[in-house]
Every structure is written in structure tokens, then in C-alpha cells.
């Protein structure tokens, strides 16, 4: 049996799992106090709620990898403190972000999650983390999602121009 058969909680990380695993908890910890951010920000109910998941997603995300990076004596990024609450009322209208922004900041942020998940996947020779970041994957597909689908309800989508020729038209 070599190093890399067995339990795989038993085996090395690689550099790449290592530097992946920690700039990914890096950018969920600003991620939360992005969201945190933007939660002071948000007047639409609904986009709160969706912030909230985001920021519940991002914490419990952090917690696994924390575990991962310090199971495998792996320092930890610094990590920025968490935003006080704020009231909307109390922002200036010019210095707040918009609904609609944030609506589609949130749509990007998730669109980037899903691809560095899905590279980490695929460099991971290690099968529990890349099982969890297929986990985590899926979560920010399904965040995306609902996302997509607030964006559409409240009309804070814009679209790029449209093509509707068909080839049959021609």
C-alpha cells in the first residue's frame, strides 16, 4: 500500500489542495463581511433573506476548511471582523449600494464560488475534499439559483441584447 491509498483523511494534502483549500477560506471569510456589508444596505426583504443565506453558507463553509487546514497544520488567512448592524435609513441614499447591484453581485460572486469549486475538484487527488467542495459546489448552485430567480422577480436583471433568428427563419 503506498501514501496515497487507504483513508484519505490519513493522507497528505498536496501544495495545490493546500493553496486552494486556504485562498478559498480566505475569500469565504470576506465574503461573510461582504455580505454583512451589503445586508446593512439591502431595503428588499427578500434580497435579505438571500443575503443571510449567503452568509450562513460562507460560515459554515469557512468552518469546514478551517478543520481541514488545521487537521493538516495549516496556518489560517487572517480573517476580517465581522460588520456591526446597521439601519438602512441611516446610510445616504448616494452612498448606498442599490438593491439591484446587490442583486447582481451577489449573482457574480456565487457564478466565481462555483468555478474555483469546481477547480479545486479537479486538482484534489484527495477524495474528502474533493467531496467537499462538490458539496459546496451544489450549495452555491442552488444559491445561484435563487439568486437568477429574485433577480428576474424584481426586475433588477438586465439582460445582454437578445438574438431570436432561428435558422429556420433564414
Same mark, same amino acid.
Given at each position: 500500500?503506498?501514501?496515497?491509498?487507504?483513508?484519505?483523511?490519513?493522507?497528505?494534502?498536496?501544495?495545490?489542495?493546500?493553496?486552494?483549500?486556504?485562498?478559498?477560506?480566505?475569500?469565504?471569510?470576506?465574503?461573510?463581511?461582504?455580505?454583512?456589508?451589503?445586508?446593512?444596505?439591502?431595503?428588499?426583504?427578500?434580497?435579505?433573506?438571500?443575503?443571510?443565506?449567503?452568509?450562513? &453558507?460562507?460560515?459554515?463553509?469557512?468552518?469546514?476548511?478551517?478543520? !481541514?487546514? +488545521? %487537521?493538516? /497544520?495549516?496556518?489560517? *488567512? =487572517?480573517?476580517?471582523?465581522?460588520?456591526?448592524?446597521?439601519?438602512?435609513?441611516?446610510?445616504?441614499?448616494?452612498?448606498?449600494?442599490?438593491?439591484?447591484?446587490?442583486?447582481?453581485?451577489?449573482?457574480?460572486?456565487?457564478?466565481?464560488?462555483?468555478?474555483?469549486?469546481?477547480?479545486?475538484?479537479?486538482?484534489?487527488?484527495?477524495?474528502?475534499?474533493?467531496?467537499?467542495?462538490?458539496?459546496?459546489?451544489? &450549495?452555491?448552485?442552488?444559491?445561484?439559483?435563487?439568486?437568477?430567480? !429574485?433577480? +428576474? %422577480?424584481? /426586475?433588477?436583471?438586465? *439582460? =445582454?441584447?437578445?438574438?431570436?433568428?432561428?435558422?429556420?427563419?433564414?
Amino acid at each position: 500500500m503506498g501514501i496515497l491509498s487507504g483513508n484519505p483523511k490519513d493522507e497528505p494534502m498536496h501544495y495545490g489542495e493546500v493553496f486552494a483549500a486556504w485562498s478559498f477560506l480566505m475569500a469565504s471569510q470576506d465574503g461573510i463581511a461582504g455580505y454583512q456589508t451589503k445586508l446593512n444596505h439591502a431595503g428588499d426583504e427578500d434580497l435579505q433573506k438571500l443575503l443571510q443565506e449567503a452568509i450562513q &453558507q460562507c460560515q459554515q463553509e469557512s468552518k469546514q476548511i478551517e478543520e !481541514l487546514l +488545521k %487537521e493538516n /497544520g495549516v496556518g489560517l *488567512p =487572517p480573517a476580517p471582523p465581522e460588520r456591526p448592524n446597521a439601519c438602512v435609513e441611516d446610510i445616504p441614499t448616494g452612498a448606498r449600494f442599490q438593491d439591484r447591484e446587490t442583486g447582481a453581485g451577489l449573482s457574480a460572486v456565487t457564478a466565481a464560488g462555483l468555478v474555483a469549486c469546481s477547480q479545486i475538484i479537479g486538482q484534489s487527488i484527495r477524495e474528502d475534499i474533493a467531496m467537499m467542495f462538490g458539496q459546496f459546489h451544489t &450549495q452555491k448552485a442552488t444559491l445561484g439559483a435563487k439568486a437568477l430567480r !429574485l433577480n +428576474k %422577480e424584481k /426586475g433588477w436583471l438586465i *439582460p =445582454p441584447p437578445l438574438h431570436h433568428t432561428n435558422a429556420k427563419d433564414c
